[in-house]
């Protein structure tokens, strides 16, 4: 039985552990994809082909360059959202349940995967989720990993390089006009209050507001304000809830005033009798 001494063992353990930092100096990125989320995000994957994660912040962070049109790009340091261990994209199984907007599969942004250096799997993926701006343009752009998760993996093998990879320009357009609501229910609605006792009229209020995909707050007019005083029966009232790319949304709210029970119906007066 060979035996090693300690020194020997101490050599060989800092050799190992060379051996293991070399093998984790070379970046495992190889792949980014793209797509829409139902909920207007923009969601970008980072294939690593490096092993299954227990978690997607091991694999740490990336330099995310944003740029919104008009404005300076911002640098940051990103986590990423969330991960899918062993769905390859490239296989059948793996082309839908992506969280992408009607389940599709997301496109490719740029690749280096070459089966002569790794296996033709492409099933271990880190994404981000950011959100897209209303109406306004912006660009994300994948400048590098920080950790050999998500290094660059195509130009540590002499392969064109994975970044930087552009996301986008991408951008939510409203094209739909505000939901309109009274007292919190939505238009058409119907409010009814009983007049006072011999009053002809009453005084009616209520509280509009508009819920809009990008404006926080629609231009909101009525044909009849709050607070008004409505004589009795039925009066239509015209509301009106504009966003700020010009959707409009007209819904309508029926007043009823009912008079009170202990009114007297009018008489008219009696008229004298000639002679």
């Known amino acids: 039985m060979m035996k090693y001494s300690a020194s020997a ?31 207007g ?18 694999a740490n962070t990336m330099q995310i360059i944003e740029q919104i049109t008009g ?18 994209i490239y296989k059948a199984n793996g082309a839908t349940g992506w969280g992408c907007v009607n389940d599709e599969t997301p496109t490719l942004v740029n690749s280096c995967h070459n089966d002569d250096l790794w296996d033709d799997d492409r ?20 400048k ?11 130009e540590d093998n002499n392969l ?28 058409p609605q119907t ?11 009453a005084v009616v209020s209520w509280t509009s507001s508009a819920e809009d ?15 008004h005083d409505f004589p009795i029966g039925d009066t239509v009232v015209e509301v009106k809830a504009t966003d700020n790319q010009g959707n409009t949304n007209v819904g309508y709210l029926t007043v009823t005033v009912v008079a009170s029970p202990s009114k007297s119906p009018s008489k008219s007066p009696s008229s004298s009798p000639t002679s």
């Not at 060379?18 to 139902?38: D, K, L, M, S, Y």
């Not at 950790?147 to 195509?154: A, K, V």
């Not at 409010?191 to 009229?201: G, H």
């Open 9 to 39: 063992l101490s050599r060989l353990f800092v050799l190992a552990s060379i051996a293991v930092n070399i093998a984790q100096t070379h970046g495992h990125g190889v792949e980014v994809r793209q797509c829409i989320t139902p909920t």
């Open 41 to 58: 995000n923009l969601r970008f994957f980072i294939e690593h082909w490096h092993q299954d994660l227990s978690s997607h912040l091991v």
């Open 71 to 88: 404005s300076s790009a911002i640098e940051k340091t990103q986590y990423a959202d969330g991960m899918f261990n062993n769905k390859d």
């Open 123 to 142: 099933d271990d993926w880190v994404y981000y989720d950011r959100s897209a701006q209303c109406n306004v343009e912006i660009t994300y752009t994948l």
């Open 144 to 154: 590098k990993g920080n950790t050999f998760y998500l290094e660059d993996g195509c």
């Open 160 to 187: 064109p390089p994975l970044y930087p990879a552009v996301i986008g320009p991408a951008s939510f357009q409203d094209s739909a006009a505000p939901t309109l609501k009274v007292d919190g229910q939505v238009l």
């Open 191 to 201: 409010i009814s209050v009983i007049a006072d006792s011999q009053d002809t009229t």
């Open 213 to 227: 995909d990008c404006d926080e707050n629609p231009e909101i007019t009525s044909s009849y304000p709050s607070g």
